[in-house]
C-alpha cells in the first residue's frame, strides 16, 4: 500500500508539473466544431454491434466477456458496454459480426441464437452519450451512503482530494464486536448476510467485555 501511494504522489507531481509550463490557447467556435467532428467514428473505425442476453444479467455479461477477452488473446473484440438503462442488451465493439460471435461463444447469458444487431453509424455517439451531472462536494457537508453495510446512513465529509477522486467521511460505525472478537482469536463465524451492525459509537469498555466473554466461553 506504501508503495502504490508513492507511485500516485510521483504521478500526481508529474500532472502537476506537465500543466505548469502548458500555455493556454484559446480556440474559435468554428475549430473546436471541427476538433469534435474528428471524434466521431467514421466508415474506418470498428463497429458496435447490439447483443441480445439474459434480462437483468446485462452488466454480468459484459464483464464475463471481457475478462474472456482478457484470457484469451485470439478474441478480436475491442471493447463492451451494458448500459443500465438498456435492458435485454449489450454492446460489443468489432470489426465483423463473426468477431463477436466468437467471442459470445459459450456465455451462458447469451444463447447461441442471440441475436446481433449492428449499430448504424450515425448512432454510435448517441449510444455512449452521457449526460453529466456535477457533484459538488466540499468539507463540512452532509451525504448519505449507497453501497456497503452504511448504506443510507448519514456522514459528514471531512476531506476531498481531487486529484485522487477520494472522498473522506465520518459515521457512526456499524461494528459486530462478536465477529471481531472471534476473527481475533482465529475462528471463523458465519453470519447472516441480511444482518448488519446497529450504528454505536465504539466503547472500548464494551469491547473489551465482550472479548473477555468470549474467552470465558472458549474456556
Given at each position: 500500500m506504501r508503495d502504490e501511494?508513492?507511485?500516485?504522489?510521483?504521478?500526481?507531481?508529474?500532472?502537476?508539473?506537465?500543466?505548469?509550463?502548458?500555455?493556454?490557447?484559446?480556440?474559435?467556435?468554428?475549430?473546436?466544431?471541427?476538433?469534435?467532428?474528428?471524434?466521431?467514428?467514421?466508415?474506418k473505425d470498428p463497429k458496435l454491434w447490439m447483443v441480445k442476453c439474459a434480462i437483468g444479467h446485462e452488466r454480468e455479461t459484459a464483464i464475463c466477456l471481457m475478462q474472456k477477452f482478457i484470457d484469451r488473446t485470439d478474441l478480436q473484440i475491442k471493447s463492451v458496454v451494458a448500459l443500465d438503462h438498456l435492458k435485454n442488451y449489450i454492446y460489443v465493439e468489432a470489426e465483423k459480426e463473426a468477431h463477436v460471435k466468437e467471442a459470445c461463444k459459450g456465455l451462458r447469458n447469451i444463447y447461441a441464437s442471440a441475436k446481433i444487431t449492428l449499430v448504424p453509424i450515425k448512432e454510435m455517439a448517441d449510444v455512449l452519450y452521457v449526460e453529466s451531472k456535477n457533484v459538488d462536494l466540499a468539507r463540512d457537508t452532509w451525504v448519505r451512503m449507497k453501497l456497503g453495510v452504511y448504506k443510507g446512513d448519514l456522514a459528514k465529509v471531512v476531506d476531498v482530494d481531487n486529484v485522487r477522486q477520494r472522498v473522506t467521511v465520518k459515521l457512526i460505525p456499524r461494528?459486530?464486536?462478536?465477529?471481531?472478537?472471534?476473527?481475533?482469536?482465529?475462528?471463523?463465524?458465519?453470519?447472516?448476510?441480511?444482518?448488519?451492525?446497529?450504528p454505536r459509537f465504539f466503547n472500548i469498555d464494551e469491547a473489551r467485555g465482550n472479548a473477555h466473554t468470549r474467552g470465558a466461553e472458549a474456556g
Open positions: 501511494e508513492e507511485d500516485i504522489d510521483e504521478i500526481e507531481r508529474q500532472v502537476r508539473e506537465r500543466y505548469a509550463r502548458s500555455t493556454h490557447i484559446e480556440y474559435g467556435e468554428e475549430a473546436a466544431d471541427v476538433e469534435q467532428q474528428a471524434l466521431l467514428p467514421s466508415v461494528i459486530d464486536l462478536q465477529v471481531l472478537a472471534s476473527k481475533l482469536e482465529g475462528r471463523v463465524v458465519a453470519k447472516k448476510k441480511t444482518f448488519v451492525p446497529p
